[in-house]
């Protein structure tokens, strides 16, 4: 079974600008959390989603935004990108909502200049 | 609220010697407990877990044991290899089988092994 995809796997981005990541999880799971991992906060939960419905948030500014789509898949968005947005942000799928263990993807590897 | 408090490396160790991380929780309820590992340029993988006090988890040669009465959950290998060189993370989720879906993290602890 194919593992949690994330696309793209580095980007590069200035200031101001939006991004866009994609997470495809693991076939069958329907529960996808992300995380924000930098060397200064560690690692961090931004959002979890399921049935396309957001469930629960992490401590975030509003211009962290996600989606979920009806195959499961998830997508999250960063406006107005600050230097300090620069992080490895790690997808994660479970197969239930709250479901404890989660199967983590490659991550994006974001770098705002 | 809920933390979780790992060693702070980075722990250099030479091949077969005896591993030990600590990790100590603080939680609401009855967590249950994680250990990740990060190894250069990749993702998380789950090493093991444990869902109840006094469970052990126990993966590629790695072990830990659910503690409730000293809040606990440390890592440990007999004889370590110079392919085990990663970061480890110390997760708890804080409602074993509950709504919540987030992890709550230490902060990492790097392991180097030398040949």
């Known amino acids: 079974k194919a593992g949690v995809t994330q696309t793209p796997r580095y980007l590069i981005k200035t200031r101001g600008q939006q991004v866009t990541l994609s997470c495809s999880p693991i076939?069958?799971?329907?529960?996808v959390s992300w995380y924000q991992q930098t060397p200064g906060q560690g690692l961090q939960f931004l959002f979890e989603?399921?049935?396309?419905?957001?469930?629960n948030k992490g401590n975030f500014p509003g211009r962290f935004s996600g989606r979920q789509f009806s195959n499961s898949r998830s997508e999250m968005n960063v406006s107005t990108l600050e230097l300090g947005d620069s992080a490895l942000y790690l997808c994660a799928s479970s197969l239930e909502q709250g479901q404890e263990t989660q199967y983590f993807g490659p991550g994006t590897r974001l770098l705002v200049l | 609220g809920n933390s979780v408090t790992q060693m702070e490396g980075p722990v250099t160790l030479s091949e077969e010697a005896f591993l030990t991380i600590n990790c100590t929780y603080t939680?609401?309820?009855?967590?249950?407990l994680f250990w990740y590992v990060q190894y250069p340029g990749e993702g998380l993988q789950l090493l093991l877990k444990a869902t109840k006090a006094d469970d052990k988890g126990s993966n590629k040669g790695f072990e830990a044991t659910y503690r409730k009465e000293t809040t606990s959950f440390h890592l440990e290998k007999g004889s370590v290899q110079v392919s085990d060189s990663a970061v480890y993370f110390c997760a708890l989720s804080p409602r074993r089988g509950g709504s919540q879906g987030n992890l709550i993290f230490g902060k990492g602890t790097k392991l180097s092994v030398k040949p």
């Open positions: 989603y399921f049935s396309e419905t957001q469930r």
């Open positions: 076939s069958g799971h329907r529960s």
């Open positions: 939680a609401t309820g009855y967590p249950s």
